[in-house]
């Protein structure tokens, strides 16, 4: 049974667009039977009473989700009578707005008036208005009552409906969207702009409401199926010239700039199609590192490693010369090593260590030097008793080359004139 209902057809539902006044939202009405035609005026039933408005398009058929039940039904065609109200109403609107304005300056109140409309039965009269603040009224709704004899309502409005409201051209010459063909207003956020790559000057992306403009909607949901199939920038790729880092994405036309990793100075453009991601985004601290030889375009599926049997490398330094061969320097060292030991055992006896001398020790005289040891073979000479070969002169010491010489005429050592 529940398949059966399920397949059952839909029963669509007659409706009539009215718009109440030029360039304001259609709403669907219930014809009640009745043959409209687009341009028609009707009198039609609404929560504040019968109201006056014009057909926008005949009889046609909707799907009844698309319709907010209960519906409310066309009264009749609009007669000569019902227009001449319709006028008087108008003019009587705009005799109320310019009352309303001569008040708010008299109350000194914060608040621009935007509009006025006039019941159609002029049992009420329905002022907008737009503030920054919360306002004060209530004295000026006594005196527009006391004026007019009627009900009065103030409604405080933002700027985009004042925008739709008064109407105008927008920054592309064409008349507001929102005045002319936008039903309801979508929520646009600063967001889209960054998604669209648009400058974020506020006089740029702004409406002549203050507002984001309403058109960056309409590309949005484009924009968001490019992002899908392009990388994102500083993302890693092979490119048929070689792997490299994206620099700049173009969303428009599905391109990619590279910076090439081999030679940072080069910078290609490249399809999507042409490219393939290694790592998407920016790397981060937790990333594997990419493999050297991953190259699915480049290497045809892995890249070619480098041959150090067929490439060879230019030499950047000749090779170092030395001025004598390399056996004559050896053989140098080896007698030197050899020659050493010999000579520390010559010089110093068994177990002793070979005094040092200091520079000023060297230079100085010191009397007290030990003798030289006579070898063992020579001949002992006899020692000289004093007083034996007067007429024999002493043996004098042998004077070294060191030794410092007296200024002649001295009385010092063996330099002494002789008595």
């Given at each position: 049974?529940?398949?059966?209902?399920?397949?059952?057809?839909?029963?669509?539902?007659?409706?009539?667009?009215?718009?109440?006044?030029?360039?304001?939202?259609?709403?669907y009405?219930?014809?009640?039977?009745?043959?409209?035609?687009?341009?028609?005026?009707?009198i039609i039933?609404?929560?504040?009473?019968?109201?006056?408005?014009?057909?926008?398009?005949?009889?046609?058929?909707?799907?009844?989700?698309e319709?907010?039940?209960?519906?409310?039904?066309?009264?009749?065609?609009?007669?000569?009578?019902?227009?001449?109200?319709?006028?008087?109403?108008r003019?009587?609107?705009?005799?109320?707005f310019?009352?309303?304005?001569?008040?708010?300056?008299?109350?000194?109140?914060?608040?621009?008036?935007?509009?006025?409309?006039?019941?159609?039965?002029?049992?009420?009269?329905?002022?907008?208005?737009?503030?920054?603040?919360?306002?004060d009224?209530?004295?000026?709704?006594?005196?527009?009552?006391?004026?007019?004899h009627?009900?009065?309502?103030?409604?405080?409005?933002?700027?985009?409906?004042?925008?739709?409201?008064?109407?105008g051209?927008?920054?592309c010459?064409?008349?507001f969207?929102?005045?002319?063909?936008?039903d309801?207003?979508?929520?646009?956020?600063i967001?889209?702009?960054?998604?669209?790559?648009?400058?974020?000057?506020?006089?740029?992306?702004?409406g002549?409401?203050?507002?984001?403009?309403?058109?960056?909607?309409?590309?949005?949901?484009?924009?968001?199926?490019?992002?899908?199939?392009?990388?994102?920038?500083?993302?890693?790729?092979?490119?048929?010239?070689?792997?490299?880092?994206?620099?700049?994405?173009?969303?428009?036309?599905?391109?990619?700039?590279?910076?090439?990793?081999?030679?940072?100075?080069?910078?290609?453009?490249?399809?999507?199609?042409?490219?393939?991601?290694?790592?998407?985004?920016?790397?981060?601290?937790?990333?594997?590192?990419?493999?050297?030889?991953?190259?699915?375009?480049?290497?045809?599926?892995?890249?070619?490693?480098?041959?150090?049997?067929?490439?060879?490398?230019?030499?950047?330094?000749?090779?170092i010369?030395?001025?004598?061969?390399?056996?004559?320097?050896?053989?140098?060292?080896?007698?030197?090593?050899?020659a050493?030991?010999?000579?520390?055992?010559?010089?110093?006896?068994?177990?002793?260590?070979?005094?040092?001398?200091?520079?000023?020790?060297r230079?100085?005289?010191?009397?007290?030097k030990?003798?030289q040891?006579?070898?063992?073979?020579?001949?002992?000479?006899?020692?000289?008793?004093?007083?034996?070969?007067?007429?024999?002169?002493?043996?004098?010491?042998?004077?070294?080359?060191?030794?410092?010489?007296?200024?002649?005429?001295?009385?010092?050592?063996?330099?002494?004139?002789?008595?």
């Amino acid at each position: 049974m529940e398949n059966e209902t399920n397949t059952q057809p839909v029963t669509p539902v007659e409706v009539v667009d009215i718009q109440f006044r030029q360039g304001q939202k259609v709403y669907y009405f219930d014809p009640a039977g009745i043959s409209c035609k687009a341009g028609d005026h009707v009198i039609i039933d609404t929560a504040r009473g019968a109201e006056y408005g014009i057909c926008t398009a005949g009889n046609h058929q909707v799907h009844p989700a698309e319709v907010v039940a209960p519906l409310r039904k066309v009264i009749r065609l609009a007669t000569e009578q019902d227009q001449k109200i319709a006028k008087a109403n108008r003019a009587k609107e705009k005799h109320a707005f310019t009352v309303c304005l001569d008040k708010i300056r008299e109350h000194q109140l914060d608040m621009q008036l935007v509009s006025a409309e006039c019941a159609f039965d002029g049992s009420k009269i329905l002022f907008f208005f737009t503030a920054d603040e919360r306002v004060d009224f209530r004295e000026l709704v006594k005196d527009l009552a006391s004026s007019f004899h009627c009900r009065i309502e103030l409604r405080q409005i933002g700027v985009r409906d004042k925008a739709k409201m008064v109407g105008g051209l927008g920054i592309c010459g064409r008349p507001f969207c929102c005045a002319s063909f936008l039903d309801d207003f979508q929520p646009v956020s600063i967001k889209m702009a960054k998604t669209q790559n648009l400058s974020l000057n506020p006089t740029k992306i702004s409406g002549t409401c203050g507002r984001l403009m309403c058109c960056l909607k309409y590309e949005q949901d484009a924009y968001e199926d490019l992002i899908r199939s392009s990388p994102k920038a500083e993302s890693f790729v092979d490119t048929p010239d070689g792997r490299g880092t994206v620099v700049e994405v173009d969303l428009l036309r599905q391109r990619v700039k590279v910076r090439m990793e081999e030679q940072t100075d080069t910078i290609g453009i490249y399809h999507n199609s042409e490219i393939a991601v290694l790592r998407n985004g920016k790397a981060k601290k937790n990333d594997p590192p990419i493999p050297a030889d991953l190259a699915p375009i480049s290497g045809g599926g892995k890249r070619r490693r480098f041959q150090p049997e067929l490439e060879e490398t230019p030499r950047l330094l000749d090779p170092i010369k030395f001025r004598y061969s390399t056996e004559t320097v050896a053989e140098g060292v080896e007698e030197s090593k050899q020659a050493q030991p010999a000579q520390k055992a010559e010089q110093t006896p068994e177990g002793e260590k070979k005094p040092q001398r200091s520079r000023n020790n060297r230079r100085r005289r010191t009397d007290n030097k030990p003798k030289q040891e006579q070898p063992p073979n020579a001949e002992a000479t006899p020692k000289k008793v004093p007083g034996e070969g007067a007429g024999e002169k002493p043996n004098k010491p042998r004077r070294r080359n060191h030794h410092r010489r007296h200024r002649p005429g001295g009385n010092s050592g063996n330099n002494a004139p002789e008595a």
